[in-house]
């Protein structure tokens, strides 16, 4: 299999935020595992290196805790005055941003990148100025310890036991356009900590014996290499999409687990869960929806999805893919996403289904190059892919049937109009015309009643000896052949047609309604104007009555914003709501925790951790029944999430 060519969307999109890009300032990250491995050092060094350059550099802000090497490189930089602040009877000096901005050198220095600024600051954090710097087209350097990362905070404060308050988005972190690791190892770093080169001898000492000590710095120099890794693993990913490198660039690991709606897929997700941790590999879950999955009964559909939320927990990127052949969309993600593994389940059914129907395990390792394949026990996992389910009882209504018929006879009519004028065998077009009609306007089941009523119309009406099944001339059985052959490829074509015309309006109709609340939620001048907007189109999509309930200075829930709530929001239900609250999960109707409640809560989550959450009560149940449904309400409480922090 030959990779695909690059796709034009892709590369379009990435060559406009490239534009956007172009016109913000840049911003280079000096990354190091905690304080004193040299990150001030080496930001004062490069700037003294731009400025020999020519370049125009400011020192914005910088921490030198008094160490005299770090003082030193300060000589002969120019450096923008502080801005001091009178607060409580104390003067405050901090970062001068609008001295800055009106400064507007090429280059400004500004340390400690998750300091809190002072009050009265146009910003809260020292992030956010900084953002407001690259915004005006000005490149920021700035420095900044692993543990101030917002992702590590809590995992830092299990290792350290130390809850560090000041951190930076992890958005913000991935917007760098430069992150320049500064490391040190453990034994040298406590060395320099007892030569008084990172505090002051007091405060050293107290350091060693508390966070200095030798098992906490390998686990945060750990963590920053680790991370810079998954920056550098980023930035080569973006750099294949963008000079649309096909192939697999195995410089690292990745794993790409392809799960099916059968029954163990559970079990095959802890399987490669176990594989990934094994490996210390990033790892992806993908479900391919063909045609055929489209018509799974309710049960394995949400199977499906009960399956990739697994996925999400253990800690798997999940993607939903389409397509007629999943092979190949499982190897064309695979090489997108640079993966070096893809793993697939042991299939359990018997040998034959291979030959009859095809192996997407054998397609996978065929096409897959120099990509390894894994199989492993766990999952029937062909069977969910290339095996067409169970045909379904008939689904179109009987007067599609009768009409299908009446097309036949329509075709029997125009037949005897022409019969005597043309040639017997091409009064077969008109017999296919007909099929072509059946096909596109009522479905698969009556298509194929019109193919097989056609070529018996045809062999019965229209071939010698008339009014008899009988052939006398052998060439006919050709011209049968044909047809039934054509008329079979025609339905059978024009129904998937269908059912991915189905499945695209379905998603335009998702993007729509995400996109519709998203213009309206950036719309909203203010917190309750953002809640009115987002439970009046939470109400609309889902048919449902709705509550965003927020917590207050204490962390109780209390109502911000309702549409059409018609049943009591009691005792009960509050408990239900404040559960959710502080434990982070969905509970309530259609959910397995507290399944008797009236109505189902689901927490609104950010990267800084919850901020209420979102009650839903629909006027029918079946409308959060379906997986798919349920995934666009999960989309639309990311949302409001995100338009509420």
Excluded at 109 to 122: K, Q, S, Y
Excluded at 545 to 574: C, K
């Amino acid at each position: 299999m030959t990779p695909d060519r690059p796709d034009p969307d892709a590369l379009l999109a990435l060559a406009r935020e490239e534009e956007e890009r172009a016109q913000r300032g840049r911003l280079k990250v000096f990354f190091g595992a905690v304080a004193g491995v040299g990150k001030t050092f080496a930001m004062l060094e490069s700037a003294r290196e731009l400025q020999r350059r020519g370049i125009d550099v400011v020192v914005g802000w910088i921490e030198t805790h008094g160490r005299q090497e770090t003082e030193a490189l300060l000589t002969g930089l120019p450096i923008l005055a502080p801005r001091t602040v009178e607060h409580r009877g104390i003067t405050l000096r901090d970062f001068d941003l609008d001295g800055a901005l009106a400064r507007r050198p090429a280059v400004i220095l500004v340390d400690e990148w998750a300091h809190t600024n002072a009050p009265g600051a146009r910003h809260a954090k020292r992030w956010q100025d900084i953002e407001e710097l690259l915004a005006a087209g000005i490149d920021v350097h700035t420095a900044m310890n692993v543990q101030h990362l917002e992702s590590l905070n809590d995992l830092v404060g299990k290792i350290t036991g130390v809850v560090v308050r000041e951190t930076v988005p992890d958005s913000a972190f991935e917007r760098a356009d430069q992150v320049e690791l500064v490391d040190l190892p453990a034994e040298e770093l406590i060395k320099r900590l007892e030569e008084g080169k990172v505090y002051v001898p007091d405060q050293a000492a107290r350091a060693v014996q508390q966070f200095f000590r030798p098992g906490n710095l390998i686990a945060l120099r750990e963590l920053a290499l680790r991370k810079t890794a998954e920056r550098v693993d980023a930035q080569m990913e973006r750099y294949r999409q963008l000079h649309g490198i096909a192939a697999t660039w195995p410089v690292a690991e990745r794993l790409l687990l392809a799960v099916s709606s059968g029954p163990r897929s559970a079990r095959l997700v802890r399987a490669a869960r176990g594989l990934a941790a094994q490996l210390r590999a990033p790892w992806l879950v993908v479900y391919v929806e063909t045609p055929a999955e489209a018509r799974l009964p309710e049960e394995q559909r949400r199977r499906v999805w009960e399956t990739l939320r697994l996925a999400e927990k253990l800690g798997a990127e999940t993607a939903v893919l389409t397509g007629q052949r999943p092979a190949e969309e499982i190897l064309r993600y695979a090489r997108r996403r640079n993966v070096s593994k893809i793993v697939v389940g042991k299939p359990a059914h018997p040998r034959w289904k291979d030959f009859v129907f095809g192996s997407v395990r054998d397609e996978l390792e065929r096409g897959s190059d120099e990509i390894d394949v894994y199989v492993i026990s766990g999952e029937s996992h062909d069977g969910g892919f290339s095996a067409p389910p169970p045909l379904p009882g008939p689904t179109s209504p009987l007067r599609a049937y009768l009409a299908s018929a009446a097309i036949v006879a329509l075709s029997c009519g125009v037949g005897a109009l022409l019969f005597g004028r043309v040639e017997p065998t091409n009064l077969a077009m008109v017999f296919l015309l007909g099929i072509v009609l059946a096909a596109a306007r009522l479905g698969r089941g009556p298509s194929i009643l019109a193919v097989v009523l056609s070529v018996a119309a045809f062999d019965f009406f229209f071939v010698h000896p008339y009014l008899t099944f009988t052939v006398t001339d052998s060439e006919y059985l050709i011209t049968f052949g044909v047809l039934l052959v054509t008329g079979l490829v025609i339905s059978t074509l024009t129904q998937r047609l269908r059912q991915q015309a189905d499945v695209a309006r379905d998603r335009e109709a998702r993007t729509a309604a995400l996109y519709a609340m998203s213009r309206d939620l950036a719309a909203a001048a203010d917190e309750d104007a953002v809640l009115r907007a987002a439970a009046r189109h939470v109400k609309e999509i889902f048919l449902s009555q709705v509550l965003l309930l927020l917590p207050d200075s204490e962390g109780h829930l209390t109502e911000r914003a309702a549409e059409s709530v018609t049943y009591l929001f009691d005792t009960r239900e509050q408990a239900v709501a404040q559960w959710v609250f502080d434990h982070g999960r969905p509970a309530g109707k259609t959910t397995d925790t507290l399944p008797a409640a009236k109505g189902l809560y689901l927490p609104l989550h950010t990267s800084r951790g919850l901020v209420g959450v979102l009650g839903v009560h629909p006027t029918d149940l079946q409308l959060l029944a379906a997986p798919d449904r349920m995934h666009l309400l999960e989309a639309f409480a990311n949302q409001i999430a995100l338009a509420v922090e």
